[in-house]
């Protein structure tokens, strides 16, 4: 039996490593963590490796540690494995510094030893890289007859290059929107606070701060007609939260991005939105009912799909 290594093989509070083990055991392969004894079967192994180039990050002597960690673990999927595949996952790096000469330099060296680049994003990206569907979150279609009482939600760790600074200034003040996430930022939570009081939003915006449990996260998006994604971020090449939201049958609103206009192009439960015309997208919203979500994203995005693709990678 063919082996995958994965690499990272757990994260902690992201679920997509996670949905990818159980999806190449369901396509007849064993998964395997970085092992040194994995070097000694090379043909039976294939390497996959997620966000390597995130760890090229730092100054100094962090720097310099970061620098020999990605080299050993680039070498290490060479001499361990047949075929090579990195999963971009980033166009550029966000929230933390990086020396951009390393960073761009750690990217040369990944295309060049890397058998496959898959990436997620249904837009142009690089001609060299070959597109996978980005998994759904649940594989169970939903309902038809669920009864969503959230109207308008973000969930997600709340940092600046989230959007919501921008979200809450151009919000209506009739409309209920309800957040919850963890923030580490104190000054991002005066600045949000502020903006709540001087636009009279307490009654319509619930916030509350801290992490979400991934069972409570899962049943509030379930409950959710519209999960709002603002991110300033164009570093990243897709959304994982827009996945999570369309598993749970949600609606999308997501700020313009690359991705989130190729998303609304193809699929009529993503809309896009900016600054200037937030207000008037939200007053004239057409709902798809969340059964409909949920049919349109596994013909898309399901297992039978990603499995297909991943087969044909493999091979």
Known sequence: MKNIII???TVT???????????FSKMGYKTSNVKIKNILSRNQNIFVCNWVEDNL???G??????????????????????????????LKPHNDFRNQYVYKLGLNILHKIADVVICHGQYKINDCYRYIPHPLYMQEQINPQISKTIDFAFYGKIARYKGLVDLLNNWPQHLNLLI????????LKQEIAKIIDVRGLERVVSLNYGYI??????????????????HEDQSMIVSGAFYH?????????????SFSKSMAKKYPFCTTYNNENLQDVLSSLKYI?????????IKAFGEDVCMKEWKSVFA
Request: hydrophobic fraction near 35%; aromatic fraction near 10%.
């Open 13 to 23: 509070n992201n679920e997509y490593i996670t949905i990818h083990k159980n999806l």
């Open 7 to 9: 690499t990272p093989y």
């Open 180 to 187: 919850r996430g963890s923030c580490d930022d104190p000054e």
């Open 289 to 297: 009912e969340p059964h409909e979500v949920k049919e349109i994203s």
């Open 245 to 257: 939201g369309i598993s749970y049958g949600a609606n999308i609103i997501a700020k313009e991005s």
């Open 61 to 90: 002597l962090r720097l310099i540690l970061n620098i020999l960690k990605f080299s050993i673990l680039c070498l290490y999927g060479v001499l361990a494995a047949k075929k090579f595949i990195w999963v971009r996952h980033n």
């Open 213 to 230: 449990e991934h069972e409570d996260l899962n049943a509030m998006m379930y409950s959710t007609k519209y999960l709002i994604l603002p």
């Open 57 to 59: 990050k730092g100054t």
